[in-house]
C-alpha cells in the first residue's frame, strides 16, 4: 500500500488580490491559487466520514479542547478546513464569525453556511496582521510536501495573523501505538473489503504517503516549532493523534 507515489501537494503559490470564485457558496479564490479538481484523495476523503458524522466528532474534538470557555463573538479562522465541516461544528457551538482557508476550490464548493471562505495557500495567508483570535487546523499540516520549511511558514503566518495572546488549536496525525495498529488494519485486503472506511483511509494514506511518512517521523522536530512559535497550554497524544492548544509568543517571529 505504501509503494512510491507522487505527493498530491503543490508548490507554493504567490500572493494577489482575492477573487470571487462564483455560486452561491461564500468562497473566495485568491488570486493565483490554482483550481483544482477531484482527486482520488478527495474522492476517499469524501467517502471516509459522512459530512455528520464528522460535524459530530469535530463538536467533541472542539469542546475537548476547550471551545466552552471562548468567547463567542472570537474571530476564529480554520485552516486546511476542506468542506469546511470543523466551520459547521463551529456553528453549532455558537460562534459566527469564521473563516475557513483551503487550497482546494472543489473542496471548498461544498461548503454552504456563514464561514467566509478562501482557496488560498495557508503558507502564505492572504490576512492582516493580528486580526484572529483563533486559528484552527486539524489535519491539514501532515499534507505540507516541505517539512520542516513549509511548517514553520504556516506556523508563522499563524502567529502573524494572531492577536496577541491569540490561541492556535492543532490536531494531526501522530505515531501512537494505536495508529501503528491502524497502519496494519489498513494493509489487510480483507479489512478493506470489510469496511468502506478502512478502505476509504487506506486510500487516502496511499495517495499522502510521501507527506504522511515524513511527518510521523519527524515528531521531535515538530514540537520544537510549534513551541518556538506558541506558549503550550496543552500537548497530548492518543489514539494517533496531537492535540496541541497553543498562546502566541511575542516578538517579531514572523519570517520575511
Ligand atoms: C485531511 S484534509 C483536512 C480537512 C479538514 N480540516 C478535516 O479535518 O476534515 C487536508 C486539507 O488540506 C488541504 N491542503 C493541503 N495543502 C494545503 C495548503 N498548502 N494550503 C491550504 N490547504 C491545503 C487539502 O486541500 C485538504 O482539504
Redesign the pocket.
Known sequence: MLDSKPTR??P?TGSGSPQHEGGECNVVRHAQTPARCLDPW?AA?LRFETPEQ?ISK?VKRLKKMGAARWPRDAEIL??????G??LHALSKLGFTRLAG????AS?LAQYVGPAKCLV????QLPFEDRRKDIVI????LH??PMLLD?LEQVLSETNRVLRDNGLIVVVEPWLTPFLSFVHVVCRSSIARRLSRKVDALAT?VYYEQQTYKQWLGQPQAILSLLQKYFHADRCSFGWGKLMFAGRKKEGNLWRI
Do not use: K, N, P, V
Open positions: 501537494s503543490q507554493l478527495e476523503y464528522e469535530f480554520e485552516l486546511f478546513c476542506g468542506r465541516t470543523g482557508a483551503d487550497l482546494s473542496l488560498c495557500d495557508c503558507r487546523i486539524q489535519g491539514g499534507h505540507l513549509d487516502m
